[in-house]
């Protein structure tokens, strides 16, 4: 959907919303990722294929188009760096977007050590220098090294670490040097690029919270869990409280 809206003479805003379905040329009904690129474009991506929306026409990108052809249809995620490299994150690939080709190049992953190759791409952060941290539920962890002089010699690598993660929900960028990730298993954890540190921030939980997604502000991470609400950490000294939704109290943060 997209909506758009009007200011009227008391400040207040009228939304209207207009439903952008299969008939008006979007590929698939059930969509799994939005993000508007640095162009303008609007890119969508749903359990079979791809469109790219300039608000009047789709443009669409399946594995059964010749020339517009993206590696898997269902597509889950999109990164766009500073420098406009734009990764499609499909359930089986990696997309590299080369726009003025118009094309994808398309990219597996290294068989694990029980020999899949099809993981689902979940999130992707930058780590400089070309290179991108891809995370994916069932492969665990990858890095992605990107030739811009060659693109399709661009390379995927299994990520090593001393405790192997499977099942990435969320990588959130902070800083160049910082980042948190998400294991829908395994919990929270705190990455520190330039060292190659994992820190594990413990969460005492009666049950597995599987953390799906996370934010930050100066002080603190507000990670949204899949069984207990919000947990908002606090950064310095890693204390945690869970928040969720009482109908009485207006706001919810201390």
């Known amino acids: 959907t997209t909506f758009m809206h009007e200011l009227w003479p008391n400040n207040l805003f009228h939304i209207y919303f207009d439903r952008i379905d ?13 993000y508007q690129d640095i162009y303008g474009y609007i890119w969508i991506g749903t359990e079979d294929g791809l469109a790219r929306y300039d608000g009047n026409y789709f443009r669409l990108y399946n594995d059964n188009l010749p020339y517009r052809r993206i590696g898997y249809h269902a597509v889950i995620s999109f990164f766009e760096d500073r420098d406009s490299t734009f990764l499609v994150g499909t359930r089986h690939t990696l997309e590299l977007y080369d726009r003025q080709k118009d094309k994808f190049y398309h990219f597996s992953f290294p068989p694990d050590e ?63 040097d910082l980042l948190w990730i998400t294991d829908y298993i395994e919990g929270l954890f705190k990455y520190t690029p330039s060292e190659k540190k994992w820190k594990k921030i413990d969460i005492q939980t009666e049950r597995n919270p599987e953390f799906r997604t996370i934010i930050s502000d100066d002080k603190y991470l507000y990670v949204g869990s899949g069984t207990m609400g919000l947990c908002m950490i606090d950064k310095g000294n890693y204390k945690h409280e869970f928040l969720s939704f009482n109908e009485n109290k207006k706001n919810i943060f201390p």
Not at 160 to 176: F, G, V
């Open 114 to 176: 029980w020999g899949n190759i099809y993981f689902q791409v979940t999130s992707i952060a930058s780590l400089g220098n070309n290179s991108y941290l891809i995370g994916t539920d069932g492969g665990g962890l990858y890095q992605f090294k990107l030739d811009k002089q060659n693109p399709e010699k661009s390379v995927i690598i299994r990520l090593k670490m001393d405790k192997k993660l499977y099942r990435i929900s969320c990588i959130y960028y902070e800083r160049a």
């Open 22 to 34: 299969v008939e008006k040329g979007l590929p698939n009904s059930n969509v799994n990722c939005i």
